[in-house]
């Protein structure tokens, strides 16, 4: 997973060289997809190959076309309940460790000294498995939906507060003396002036952080819950129903697919310096 | 210079003042609480463990397939990351391919892999590969492109071939950021192999804290879990420390 900080001092707007426009051919075009097509139709064969040889037991590795088939699961109202089960989770987490990441990031950039002693200690949060904190939580708040939400917003906070600390330091110090200078009051400056350029690398932070959530409410999902689609991969798994899991897990992959697509797109909508 | 020492002191103090203030939090809050374990009970819980053995026997299932899975990610991710990095044509394939990908909760191929594999150290390390081989083709793609076309034209026009060009030239002026991704690699096999272990393991420090919950033993549970966020947190500053010095020799 790409660290929000490298995410950001690799993107940040004034470090972008001007390129010149290159405008790709119908035949290089059409080339990439032909390679990604092959890309897919290699990995189907290998996958068929392996069942039909026997080289896997079909038992734990159903065929790619039974794999499709059980796709349609998504019909059954259970899926949808799972489904909700988890966006909630993500929602909610995304909104309290949003809140509180851009609130941390404004502070440690105003204290300069705090943020410099925080950041190791959030450069390292990614490499901890916030994840084992999930146990302790449930003993503590019961097996609910709250700790899989304190958990996902922890995964939330620490690169939107990242991102935040990063993008506010990258803007010119000249920035703040001019507004002062042009005689408009702190706050006015901050939401007018600040926010807004540092909202490019907020945004890229925003977008790890809701993936963030995402994985880490699935996979906790699937080690202690009582719904949610990674409760169902789970007890897909335990109860050897390996053709529905199969489905599910391509599910959730076209899910997680379209969500980084859509993520990506507001990404670029919301940040001038990419267009 | 002398107020860059000052200031560096201010802020080594305030970090040793967050670890007490939260050493002091999670001590005031198991004396409010009987569902928590002391800061002493934990430690010492898993004092107790490691004079048993079984903290090394953990530390050993996980250290072990942690690094399979990291090394397997680095000599995969690479070779990928630099073909799609140099070339325009692979690059415009693949590239969302590995966006896409790289979005896509891991774990849940791990059923998979249990059901394939089995149950063992080889399904939680190449679980581990494939979650960290993404940031490592991403770093790699993205440094590879950073260095300019006129070193690698230089060594071609000398006579290099492509391979000594990659290994003598590009690679080493990419080193920098793909050293990014190979840190950001290393906590994510971690990260990945503990949660497989949460799931199903035979072994390992997450079975340990799954199993210390089931059996609601708290002081277990906290010292584990102690001990996995220090071995989290000393890995990643070794290596963040490394990252920095290549950065700085670079520069």
Known sequence: ?275 | MSRSVSRRRKVMELRIGLVVVAVLGWYGASAASPLIASPLDSVRALVDQARAGALTADCASTLGAMLYGFVASVVIGIPIGYAIGRSRLIGAAFEPVIASLFAVPRIIFYPLLLGVIGVGATSKAWLAAISAVFPIIIATAGGVRQVAPILSRLGSSLGSSRLKVAWKIVLPAALPPIMGGVRIGFGVAFVTVIIAELFVAASGLGLAVRDAYSQLNLAVMYGDILFIVAVAFVGSLALWAVERRLQAVSD
């Open chain 1, 1 to 275: 997973m790409t660290t929000a900080s490298s995410d950001a001092s690799s993107t940040l707007p004034s470090g972008r060289a001007k390129k010149a426009p290159r405008v790709d051919g119908i035949r290089f075009r059409a080339g990439a997809i032909l390679l990604r097509i092959l890309l897919l139709v290699a990995v189907v064969a290998a996958w068929q190959i392996a069942v039909s040889t026997g080289a896997v037991n079909s038992l734990t590795l159903p065929t790619p076309w039974q794999a499709l088939k059980a796709m349609s699961q998504v019909r059954d109202g259970e899926f949808w309940k799972d489904l909700s089960n988890t966006g909630l989770v993500v929602l909610a987490a995304f909104g309290i460790g949003g809140a509180a990441g851009l609130a941390a990031g404004i502070a440690f950039w105003r204290l300069p000294a705090l943020g410099d002693a925080v950041e190791p200690f959030l450069v390292t949060l990614y490499a901890t498995p916030t994840l084992v904190f999930y146990p302790v939580l449930i003993v503590l708040l019961g097996l609910n939906l709250w700790p899989l939400i304190l958990i996902a917003s922890v995964m939330v906070f620490m690169p939107i507060a990242l991102n935040t600390m990063i993008g506010l330091r990258s803007l010119s110090p000249v920035l703040p003396r001019l507004a002062r200078s042009l005689g408009s009051p702190g706050p006015v400056a901050f939401r007018k002036i600040l926010l807004p350029g540092a909202l490019p690398i907020v945004i890229s932070g925003a977008r790890v952080a809701f993936l963030y959530a995402t994985m880490g409410t699935i996979a906790m999902e699937m080690v202690v819950a009582s719904a949610g689609l990674g409760y169902r991969i789970g007890y897909d798994y335990s109860n050897f129903r390996t053709q529905e899991m199969y489905g599910l897990v391509l599910v959730v992959a076209v899910l997680a697919t379209g969500l980084n697509w859509i993520l990506t797109r507001v990404e670029k909508s919301m940040r001038r310096d990419l267009a």
